[in-house]
C-alpha cells in the first residue's frame, strides 16, 4: 500500500475552509484515498474516498490531483465539532492490511 | 447502525497476566483489526482477519496474538502483558474489499 505523507497539524478558524493536503506519490493505479478522522476518545470515523475524480458528500470534498500523487480534503465551513486528527490512506486491492500514518491534527478555533 | 463494541473500556492487569481483549461486530463483516494506539505514533495494525478462522499478520504483531472462532468476534490476546503494551486497543470491521471500517470505542489497558 503507497507511504502517504500529512502535514503534523494546523489550525482554522471556525466557519471558514478546512483544507487539508496529502501526499501519495507512490499510489498505484488501482488503489483509492481514503480520509477518515478521530475525535478525541473515539474511534476514526469514515469520511470520503475516491479513486481519481472528485468526491463530496454530507461532511466533505476530496479533490484529488490529475496525477494522483496528492490530494485535499475539504472541509467547507468547519465548526469547533470537526477539531480531530485527519488521516489520509491509500489502498486498494483485496481487503487486507489497513494502515494508518499519524494524521494531521486538526484545530478549530474561534 | 454498524455496531462494533469491544468489552471494556478501561482495563488494568498486572505484568505477566495473560490478557483478552474481546471485539464483537454486529454487521456480518468478513474482515476484523485489531490496532493499538500511542502519542506521537498514530494507530498501528497488529492483526487482522478476513475470515472464520483465518489471521494475518500486521506492522506490529510482537507479543500479541489473536483468535477468530467466529464471523462475528475476534480477540486479541496478550500472552504475557508488559508493560510496553500498556496502550488504547481499537477493534474495527469492513466488508471484504472496501476499507470503509467502522471502529469500536477502544480499550484502554494499563500494565502494571
Known amino acids: 500500500d503507497a507511504k502517504t505523507t500529512q502535514p503534523t497539524s494546523m489550525d482554522c478558524a471556525e466557519g471558514r475552509a478546512a483544507n487539508l493536503p496529502c501526499n501519495h506519490s507512490?499510489?498505484?493505479?488501482?488503489?483509492?484515498v481514503y480520509w477518515y478522522r478521530q475525535i478525541h476518545s473515539q474511534g476514526p470515523q469514515y469520511i470520503i474516498h475516491?479513486?481519481?475524480n472528485n468526491e463530496t458528500n454530507e461532511m466533505a470534498s476530496l479533490i484529488i490531483t490529475e496525477d494522483r500523487k496528492s490530494s485535499t480534503l475539504i472541509l467547507p465551513h468547519a465548526t469547533l465539532r470537526d477539531t480531530a486528527v485527519y488521516y489520509c490512506?491509500?489502498?486498494?486491492?483485496?481487503?487486507?492490511?489497513?494502515?494508518f500514518g499519524t494524521g494531521t491534527r486538526l484545530q478549530v478555533t474561534l | 447502525d454498524v455496531k462494533v463494541t469491544q468489552s471494556s473500556r478501561y482495563l488494568v492487569k498486572r505484568t505477566g497476566e495473560k490478557v483478552f481483549l474481546e471485539c464483537v461486530q454486529d454487521m456480518d463483516h468478513e474482515n476484523m483489526f485489531w490496532y493499538r494506539q500511542d502519542p506521537g505514533l498514530g494507530l498501528r495494525l497488529i492483526y487482522f482477519s478476513y475470515d472464520v478462522k483465518m489471521k494475518e499478520k500486521g506492522d506490529i504483531p510482537e507479543g500479541y496474538s489473536v483468535s477468530r472462532e467466529k464471523k462475528e468476534r475476534f480477540s486479541l490476546i496478550l500472552e504475557s502483558a508488559s508493560t510496553n503494551q500498556t496502550s488504547m486497543y481499537l477493534c474495527?470491521?469492513?466488508?471484504?474489499?472496501?476499507?470503509?471500517?467502522?471502529f469500536g470505542q477502544g480499550t484502554r489497558l494499563t500494565v502494571v
Open positions: 490512506i491509500a489502498f486498494g486491492g483485496t481487503a487486507s492490511k489497513l494502515t
Open positions: 507512490t499510489i498505484s493505479g488501482n488503489e483509492y
Open positions: 475516491g479513486l481519481k
Open positions: 474495527a470491521s469492513s466488508f471484504r474489499g472496501s476499507t470503509e471500517a467502522f
